[in-house]
């Protein structure tokens, strides 16, 4: 096997990728354990209490409650819409196949503070109170092509042999889909619904505007950030959620590649 080494520009470029990226998380993290209540250098010392006030902060675990019920139900709404066109995508044929995939992929090209916009818009001319609700409207809205694209990447692979096999034998297609087909792509869902979830759970944008009297945890995050001395409680609150959101991730993608 050829193996070439990097050259010194794709290397320099590489290190300084992850500086960029990572310098900074690991800033945050530093300033969430200083005792000071200023962020500069130098620090006073390392401390958890920030984390303890932070956990025993009634208003921080409700915010939390509200992201984690809008991002389960609007995760599960995402994936069983992706599942299903992306079986009607590439499993049947009609005309408008091609304008049903730019429908379904429109929200990564439209800005989200356009979208946010134009859905309270909707919701104030139909009467529809700001709540969790509509938030979990716009996160299904946003999600969905998310899970379209794990979802029809992974049955875009699959062996159309073996639904001609069950087919065959007498099976209807119905009958192979919920016996053969899904079974096969079920870690591809599973990693689309994980995906959805953080996508969900991390979004400002359309939580900002379609809240009502129940913030998200990152609307209740922003919210708080004019408070200088409730600061470095919310940098602890900004690592545990950039902590929880690298977990889901990478359990997606771990669960994604299964085959």
């Known amino acids: 096997m050829n193996t070439q080494r990097p050259s010194v520009f794709s290397l320099t470029y590489y290190i300084g990728l992850i500086v960029l990226l990572y310098v900074p998380i690991g800033v945050l993290f530093v300033f969430s354990l200083n005792s000071n209540t200023s962020l500069s250098f130098p620090l006073e010392g390392f401390t958890l ?19 984690l019920f809008v991002a389960a ?10 599942t299903m066109v992306s079986i009607l995508y590439l499993r049947y044929q009609f005309r408008a196949k091609n304008l049903l995939l730019m429908l379904a992929v ?14 309270l818009l909707l919701f104030s001319v139909l009467h529809i109170q700001r709540s969790l609700w509509t ?3 716009a996160h299904t809205v946003i999600a969905l092509p998310y899970t379209l694209l794990i979802i029809s990447s992974r049955l875009a692979g699959f062996d159309l042999d073996l639904e001609d096999a069950a087919m065959d034998l007498g099976a209807d297609y119905l009958t192979t889909l919920r016996r053969i087909v899904l079974p096969m792509i079920f870690p591809a869902i599973v ?38 001395n409730r600061l470095p409680i919310m940098i602890a609150l900004a690592v545990l959620l950039m902590i929880g959101t690298l977990t889901l991730v990478f359990i997606a993608e771990r669960i994604r590649q299964v085959k």
Do not use: M
Request: without cysteine.
């Open 191 to 228: 990693s689309a619904w994980l995906t959805a979830f953080t996508v969900s759970f991390d979004e400002f944008a359309l939580a900002l505007f379609l809240a009502g009297t129940q913030p998200t945890f990152p609307v209740y995050l922003f919210s708080q950030l004019r408070f200088a």
């Open 73 to 82: 139900g609007s995760s599960l709404a995402a994936t069983l819409l992706g």
């Open 106 to 119: 429109l929200p990564l090209i439209v800005p989200y503070i356009v979208l946010a916009v134009a859905l």
């Open 135 to 137: 938030i979990g409207f």
């Open 49 to 67: 209490s920030w984390y303890q006030k932070l956990l025993a902060t009634p208003e921080v675990l409700q915010a939390a409650r509200n992201s």
